[in-house]
């Protein structure tokens, strides 16, 4: 393979004449060295220990369901605590996760770090950041998979000797830096479209509140309300069908929604749905139309409850699925389609739905209750206002979320490019 001027063939890949191909435990003062194996409890009062979670991401989270507690206290003077700047590899995790790498900046003393995690304490900031970047691209995750690989155990897990061998390109310092900088500069934009999309939907929720209680009222509607129960509204199928696996006879194929396509935020995901197959009576009854609200009425657990989830058909998914038996259908038929959708993904309606579901491995919605819940009702003219309000806020939100998601896929090109030096930094 032939090489570009000003680029050589490495180990670890082609990169620039200047740069060096690195050994990693070359480049730290400490590590890498395991955590402390000692156990944390729920009501726990020793010294503070990370869990998985706080790295998992490739960033640094300090939350309470991310910082736990030992049963023990660590004396002060243990190696075990973490210093500004540190960087953790997590040591053990599933294979997507194994060797995710996160910058430690907490406070420095006080948090320690678990045993399925291994800490590296560089020599220079610089390439501590340059590392983290570098460990957290593309050929980065694919040494860590590969030396965790064959691993003993129920999850992957990376030794400290094979990774001190780990072999990386090393750019001069000041290029480090830049590299680091431009990177950083990409994580402020993504961080500032999170925290917007976050604000957005803060505001949608409280319109939610204000519109579909009346509390605030639409410009030119002052007509008083009514209230009608949920199953006075709608026609219901109470329960989906899921099909054959193979086909036979006069069947024919067709997509089916699960629990699984339908979001905790009452969306549609974009996950594919099975094809399986049918008979022309099942399509005719099991199909949907623009208006249609599919609900979840059974799935999750005691613990974290999920029946109730809602997907609204608009016309580009209409009559394109059938949905699975433990969907239902919920088909509008003297309110505005939308005006009931958004009110039944409200809070008022989310905070009733575990006094409305018998406990079961999985959940199940009593029928009889959630058809018996009180809806509020506007005018139709105000219905289909308050339904348009809160859609446009929704395809706002939508198009941030495309927005930071293209905006992602940019960075990983970014990093691509910067850290193997196929673009350089003037």
Known sequence: MEVRPGYKQTEVGVIPEEWKVACLEDLVTAGPKNGYSGRSGKDARGTPTLSLAATSSGYLILNDETVKRLNETIGPRSDLFLKSGDVLVER???????????????????????????????????TAH????????????????????????????????????????????????AIAGALGDVDALLGALEKLI????????????????????????????????????????????????????DLLAFPVATTAHIEEDDTWNNKAMAVRYFSQEQITRYSTVEGDLIIVKSS????????????????????????????????????????????????????LLPTLVEASTYPNIRLADYLDLEIPIPSPDEQIAIGAVLSDMDAEIAALEQRLAKTRDLKQGIMQELLTGKTRLI
Request: charged content about 25%; proline content about 7%; hydrophobic content about 35%.
């Open 92 to 126: 053990s995790n599933t294979s997507e996760l194994v060797g995710t790498t996160s910058v430690f900046d907490g406070p420095s003393g006080v948090y320690v770090y678990p045993d399925l995690m291994m800490r590296l304490r560089f020599k220079d900031q610089a």
């Open 130 to 177: 340059w590392f983290w970047r570098y460990a957290n691209s593309a050929n980065g995750r694919r040494f860590f998979v590969s030396i965790a690989a064959g691993s003993t155990g129920s999850m992957p897990k990376i030794s400290g000797e094979k990774l001190r061998k780990m072999r990386l390109p090393a750019p001069p310092p000041p290029e480090q830096r």
């Open 198 to 249: 976050a604000k957005k939907r803060d505001l949608k929720q409280a319109a939610m509140q204000q519109l579909l209680t009346g509390q605030t009222r639409l410009p030119g509607f002052t007509a008083k309300w009514g209230v009608k129960r949920l199953g006075e509204v709608v026609q219901l199928i109470p329960s989906g069908i899921y099909g054959e696996e193979k086909p036979r006879g």
């Open 300 to 351: 999750g657990s005691a613990a974290k409850i999920q029946s109730g989830k809602i997907g609204f058909v608009d016309k580009e998914r209409a009559g394109k699925f059938l949905f699975s038996n433990f969907l239902m259908l919920l088909r509008p038929t003297s309110i505005a389609p939308r005006s009931l959708y958004f009110y039944l993904c409200s809070h008022n309606v989310k905070k």
